[in-house]
């Protein structure tokens, strides 16, 4: 028999699993282009089709941001910058303090627990992609080489988590030939927060001039919260430690061999959540998560070929508490039970603790051929190896249910795949198709009962799947300056098992099969008046079958309440990307994007019987529109090459819906967040050479907006308020 509190229980859970915020940020990069210091905009190179190219030939709708531009800004992290990106929403985890992402409305139907993310993020070649779960790592921005964002489905060369989008983080390799330092250091106030500050260097150390160098590079991040609560003022305070080391040898002119180690560690008071007054009625609610990743790279050039491995292992943790019942008290149970754990009724219902490990190790090998002749063509092999391992508990032990929830999740898939094009009509037009095979042997192994009588057997469940996705681009290189393509791609996203929890009260459940995107895109990109203008459009239709969605559904014939992971029926709709960035006289330069999609359900999603997402609703965490725009302007600062730099910067993000399964009448309430609108000015002081200095504020006109709602105030969403920093920046070279 299970235990009667079961229901409760399963409820509290699932609540937490799905519980996420949007965090909202204040710039736009247009298109492929980010905003340059030059008045002529300068070409963008990219490896998006895994060979280097400019982004203006690549028949992809991609953005990308420049290294040293995001070593000048104040982002504090990758997800600072992805969510300036048309097209591109982030949603913060408050129970891990991570992000997930949304792409052109494509996005997981929760954080935790409901299946691996859509969009693929990759940490230089490092692939990272749970098995179950669909966060990602927030990575710190310092001493990139870029930040590439690609839009729509990139299964054929990306594999399973490119579903609809790549997330690319590239950082700066080791210089075999110069030496180099640079280093920032800032300071800032939050409104109804405190002071926070951060630092961060890099040096670049040759070794042999030529054939042996490393880089170093470090960081510290210390965050003022500003949520209050009983327990404290600004419990949400984060502390980030970063540290990066690469090495770089080339034995041979044509041998390259490059080794890297990555470690991030962010210890979080509490989850940003409140009300509007950035007040919680919470009780402890500490964060910790790590990552560190390690990765072997070797490229060898052959006359024609270039052979490229990549062979990576990382390990995340996350371990977090949430407070799924803020304000509330142990008075729902009988003294006698309490009595016997040392509480009492007053005492606060515990938080739901949490700790997510995952380690994967990953192989790539890749054949890509020069960019000589007529033909052109890539192909390769991809291993991988991933087990995700989690762990909760709600209280002591035997309180709210005899057992605590464990589980084990493994991941082993192989993947072939390959590209071909050609060039033809004197090299104005080219044809090339793709397509990826896959397979993945998916299983669960239960470490822990749930709430089941002592002998129960642990449960074990597994699943294989398999996928073929293509692709096929005809791209018209019209001129230098100008590209337009038409393409059809599909991206797709590996099935999982259910959770442990759910197979106990609900065997006949199995495993989630795999969703399929169809991607129709035409689109145009190229630069004008002598490269003082570029632009990046793109125009597509998609379609999102057997959606890996969450229901609500209750058991008999205790009638527990649990949510399960199925595949629903499909959505399907017209979007367009829009983005320009212009110099618009000396010193002057303006950028702007659009990003509209109308991504809906083609029928009712039902949970017995009763509609959880009607036709035509949006997905969750899925806004329609996001638009930004950019206004900067340089100009001399006084004598002696000194000069100044002025920036003024928009970001609107449309609604977003937060669907919950009530547990009471199990139907679906969708709950509808606030458009966001956030601004970012700033004024910068340029030294003839080496120093650079700051002033900015961003979210200067202080929204208070909630991106997303939940049902319990004290658990929405909270954008950080106005902050109003210095931060002072010198480099070497």
Partial sequence: M??????????????????????????????????????VLGEIVVTAQKRQERAQDVPISLSVFGGAELDRSSFQSVSDALGLIPGVAVNVLGQGGETSLTIRGVTASGPLFAGPSPIGYYLDSVPFGLVHTAIEPDANTYDLKQLEV????????????????????????????????????????????????????????????GRLAARLVV????????????????????????????????????????????????????????????????????????????????????????????????????DGALDILPGLTLGIFPDSVLS?????????????????????????????????????????????????????????????????????DTSKSVALFGEVGRRFADNKWEISVGARYFKD?????????????????????????????PRVVLSWFASRELTMYASYSEGFRSGFPQQAIVLEVAPSYGPVSPDKLHNYEIGAKGSAFDGKLVFDS??????????????????????????????????????????????????LTFGINFSYNNLKEDAAVLSQGSILFPKGSRIDSSPAYTGGANLQYNFPFGQNGWSGQLQAIGRYTSSQNASHVDAAQQIG????????????????????????????????NNNRGVPLRNTTPDLSPSLRPRTTGVQLDYSFK
């Avoid at 729509?152 to 330092?181: C, H, I, K, M, W």
């Avoid at 609108?677 to 900015?696: C, D, I, M």
Wanted: aromatic share 8%.
């Fill in 2 to 39: 299970r235990s009667p509190l079961l229901r409760a229980r399963i409820a509290l859970a699932c609540a937490a699993s799905s519980l996420a915020f949007s965090q909202q940020v204040f710039s736009a990069p247009s298109g492929a282009q980010v905003l340059a210091d030059q008045d």
């Fill in 441 to 469: 042997n998916l299983s669960l192994n239960e470490t822990t009962l749930f709430a089941a009588p002592s002998g129960t057997p642990l449960l074990n469940q597994s699943a294989s799947f398999t996928a073929t996705t």
């Fill in 340 to 408: 016997a754990y040392g509480l009492s009724a007053s005492s606060p219902i515990p938080p739901l603790t949490t700790r997510l490990t995952s380690r994967v190790f990953s192989d790539e090998l890749n054949l890509t051929s020069k960019l000589t002749g007529s033909w052109r063509w890539s192909a390769g092999l991809f291993y991988r190896n991933a087990t995700d391992s989690n762990f909760q508990t709600l209280g002591p032990v035997g309180l709210f249910i005899p057992g605590n929830v464990g589980e084990k």
């Fill in 150 to 209: 690609l839009r729509g489905p990139q299964g054929t060369l990306y594999g399973a988590s490119a579903l609809n989008g790549v997330v690319r983080v590239l950082t700066n390799d080791a210089e075999l030939n110069n030496f180099d330092f640079k280093a920032r250091t800032g300071l800032s106030t939050t409104e109804n927060g405190g002071g926070s500050y951060r630092g961060d260097a890099a040096v670049n150390i040759p070794i042999i001039d």
């Fill in 669 to 700: 309430v969708s709950l509808v967040g606030d458009a966001i609108t956030t601004g970012r000015v700033s004024f910068a002081v340029l030294a003839p050479s080496h120093w650079r200095g700051t002033l900015y504020c961003d979210n200067v």
């Fill in 219 to 318: 960081g510290r991040e210390s965050d003022s919260g500003w949520v209050d609560a009983p327990i404290g003022t600004n419990i949400n305070s984060i502390d980030t430690d970063n540290v990066r080391v690469k090495i770089a040898a080339l034995p041979t002119d044509d041998l390259s061999i490059k080794l890297s180690s990555n470690y991030q560690g962010k210890k979080i008071g509490a989850p940003s959540v409140g009300d509007h007054d950035y007040s919680h009625t919470a009780q402890q609610q500490p964060i910790n998560t790590h990552f560190n990743t390690q990765e072997l790279k070797i490229d060898y050039q052959l006359p024609s070929v270039t052979v490229s491995n990549s062979t990576s292992y990382f390990q995340y943790v996350n």
């Fill in 538 to 587: 793109a125009l597509y239709y998609m379609k999102w079958d057997k959606i890996q969605e969450t229901l609500g559904i209750s058991v008999p014939p205790s009638n527990a309440y649990i949510v399960v992971n199925v595949n629903g029926e499909s959505a399907s709709g017209m979007g367009i990307d829009l983005a320009a960035t212009a110099h618009l006289a000396e010193g």
